[in-house]
């Protein structure tokens, strides 16, 4: 037909100019201007891909009028008569030695029949896990969009407007996040249906900061690609359950801006890294300072994990050993046994350093699982297991609720 001569983009070369692709848009960018001393322009670039792999391709001025709104991210196209160029790979991170220049006569139709050329891939991350992923890392998400702000605006330090919307996500697993859309796509976003389901290929994990308060979030990247309702089977499944459950339920955010650091206990968003604190100089004396932080713990001090006190509901005094009995001085009563708390200092590192905490009972209870009691007798019954579960207690990640006075870090910690 008058599409017999279809190339596989591998195959595509500058020796040859006889060619059709047929393709998929998996990435469009915004309209880019510049201007210098050499005059003004714009130019927009696409991804192509098909079953042999990828390309881009890259459209000027007067071509950018023509072809810019002909594509759209997700369909397919079949697309001749393009010049086929050395990549300047500087500009791209798409595998292919060579690049498409989209000029005056190129040609590009629809194709309605997709098969046969390949679908974005993700590899989704549940919305829970996105705090177990480092800042700046880029993953795939999906989610109903539970609501879709205005389109607001910043001004960047050039003094540059750039447009932005905040999205909020939400999916099985619970969780609801801000996604910020950015440029043309945060002015282009319309879509009619009160909830759609958006896939996300290649955003990137921020936090949005003024001042201390980091807001675990992830933000758009120009570069990465969004489908709306796209046809696969994690979008199906997102349906049935919002439709069912999910548009009843409600959620929890990493995020949250109410509240100031008066409480103590665990804040994501204001999570502060190791190095950080000792920037600060948080403990200084008289200047004690509540903060959040998540680290892996190192090392526990085994030797001196809990030490002996009253069994006396919220006395917690350290008791002395009197023979075949247990002495609380404030109390003024003699126990048979003591009741064993933890006390324990620990080696916790995150990315930017080390730092030493201390922890008292509910922290030994939540990292061992089992009270000092417990631990303790297993310790004088069996010195091999002791040693297997305090060998097991390392390497794990906690969020840990700190409060900073003195030298010592006294710690709230939970999973
Ligand atoms: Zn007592």
Known sequence: GRHGNIYPIEGLSPYQNNWTIKARVTQKSDIKTWSNARGEGKLFNVTLMDDSGEIRGTGFNLVVDDLYPKLEEGKVYYISKARVNLAKKKFSNVNNDYELSFERNTEIEECHEVTNVPTIKYNFVPLNMLEDLNKDAICDVIGVVKEAGPLAEITTKMAKQIPKRELTLVDRSGFSVRLTLWGKQAEQYNIPEPSPIIAFKGVKVGDFGGMNLLWKSIMKLTGSTMQVNPEIDECFALRGWYDNDGSVQ??????????????????????????????????????????????????????????????????????????????????????????????????????????????????????????????????????????????????????????????????????
Not at 259 to 275: Q, V
Request: aromatic share 10%; proline share 4%.
């Open 250 to 415: 409600t959620f929890k955010a990493f995020s949250n801006q109410g509240g100031a650091s008066s409480a103590y206990g665990f804040k994501r968003e204001e999570i502060r890294s190791l190095d950080e604190v000792k920037q600060a100089g948080y403990g200084e004396p008289d200047k004690p300072e509540n903060f959040s932080a998540r680290a892996t713990i190192m090392h526990i001090k085994a030797d001196n994990i809990s030490y002996p006190a009253c069994p006396t509901p919220n006395c917690n005094k350290k008791v002395i050993e009197m023979g075949d009995s247990w002495r609380c001085e404030k109390c003024n009563q003699n126990f048979d046994a003591p009741e064993h708390r933890y006390i324990m200092s620990m080696a916790v590192a995150d990315y930017s350093g080390q730092a030493w905490l201390q922890g008292f009972n509910d922290v030994g209870t939540t990292i061992f699982g089992m009270t000092a009691n417990q631990l303790l007798e297993i310790r004088d019954r069996d010195q091999a297991e002791y040693n297997v579960i305090m060998h097991k207690a390392n390497s794990n990640t906690y969020n840990f609720s700190c409060r900073a006075k003195q030298d010592t870090y006294n710690v709230v910690c939970t999973r």
